[in-house]
């Protein structure tokens, strides 16, 4: 557990699906953790969570959690957040760049500027503005760290209704190559991750949502556990996974599953 306890880690998104099991899956691990989104509610209840189980546990070997109110889509939010994960914790070793949004669906041709814009901000604009706001730190510090951002497969294939998914998904992963080339030869690692399609609530908007696409037919059980995608987040921020740095991986690569040793993978 070198690689992880009393590292610290922001999350973006924790407040449900991938971000919250992410959250708890470093914590288990050692790792101190800073929660950011909108829903300040449900970012509480999980850091009393957390905390409670670091109260019960021998000193440091639980990560303790604090909750920040950030929407990734505002440049200035997400300073914050960094600021006061430094102000809370004294560092930051991760960066995990998970919020996103899978609306507007539905097809370009009756969509809403507006709504596209606020897309675009959140799955693009977000990563860049985590990278902006963290990068700097992680320099500073002197001893590498980490920044995952979660991609798609949609970053990669037109999926029927999701456009502004797909496009902002793509600038996303180039965003994913670029950053780390400017960090070639530091210790920094910058990764992406297709987590896979994953049981959430963005897929039960999917399935709500009227489009019909390969994704929308698909059922729960058809997913994978949140659990399964925050084991492997965790692992690529270790220096097992150092090789893949400016790489993109997916959850279904045999080898990274047997590398990260995932155990909740279906
Ligand atoms: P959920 O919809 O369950 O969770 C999304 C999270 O992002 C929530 O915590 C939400 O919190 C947060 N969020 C949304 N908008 C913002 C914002 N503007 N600022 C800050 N936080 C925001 O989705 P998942 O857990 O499934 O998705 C997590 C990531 O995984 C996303 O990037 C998604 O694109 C990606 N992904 C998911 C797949 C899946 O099958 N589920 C497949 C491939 C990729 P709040 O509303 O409180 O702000």
Known sequence: MQDYAGKVALVTGASRGIGAATARAF???GTNVVLAARNMGSLLELVDEINAAAAGAPKGARGQARAISCDVGDYTQVETAVAATLDRFGRLDFLINNAGTIDPMGSIAASEPADWARALKINLLGPYH?????????????????????????????MEGWAAYCTGKAGAAMLTRAAAQEV???AIRIIGLRPGTVETRMQQQIRASGIDNRVSRMTPADHFPPEAPAELICWLCSMAAADLHGQEVDIRMPEIQARAGLRQAS
């Open 130 to 158: 985590g990278i902006r706001a963290a990068l700097p730190v992680l320099q500073a510090q002197g001893n590498g760290g980490a920044i995952i951002n979660i991609s798609s497969g949609a970053a990669h294939n037109p």
């Open 27 to 29: 914590a288990d691990r």
């Open 184 to 186: 070639d030869g530091s």
